[in-house]
């Protein structure tokens, strides 16, 4: 059965840092392009970084992280990574990752349960 499973989330004030992890089981991510989401009370999921399968291609939203955020990947402990740093209130929502094993980042087939980040003023 595969399964993503987000942790690192937390609570923290305005310019603090966080890493969230994703774990892989059941299969191997390797050859996926794998993403972070995350969704705010009342609003839309969106999009915050994606990562090819070698590493090499790695996207951000311009307008979220304005380079604050890092994503990474560990393909031996297939493992996701998202370093958050000089963390906004705005930045508050649950974050998800995501999988799409075409490679594509376009079409993502597995999700997490997502991990709650709150940042205080």
């Known amino acids: 059965q595969v399964q993503l499973v987000e942790s690192g989330g937390g609570s923290v004030q305005t310019g603090g840092s966080l890493r969230l992890s994703c774990a892989a089981t059941?299969?191997?991510?390797?050859?996926?392009?794998m993403g972070w989401f995350r969704q705010a009370p009342g609003q839309e999921r969106e999009e915050v970084a994606a990562?090819?399968?070698?590493?090499?291609?790695?996207?951000y939203a311009p307008s979220v992280v304005e380079d604050r955020f890092t994503i990474s990947r560990d393909n031996t402990r297939n493992t996701v990574y998202l370093q958050m740093n000089s963390l906004k209130p705005e930045d508050t929502a649950i974050y998800y990752c995501?999988?799409?094993?075409?490679?594509?980042?376009?079409?993502?087939?597995?999700w997490g349960l997502g991990t709650q980040v709150t940042v205080s003023s």
């Open positions: 059941g299969y191997s991510i390797s050859s996926d392009c």
């Open positions: 990562i090819g399968a070698s590493s090499y291609s790695r996207w």
């Open positions: 995501a999988a799409d094993p075409l490679g594509r980042c376009l079409e993502y087939a597995h």
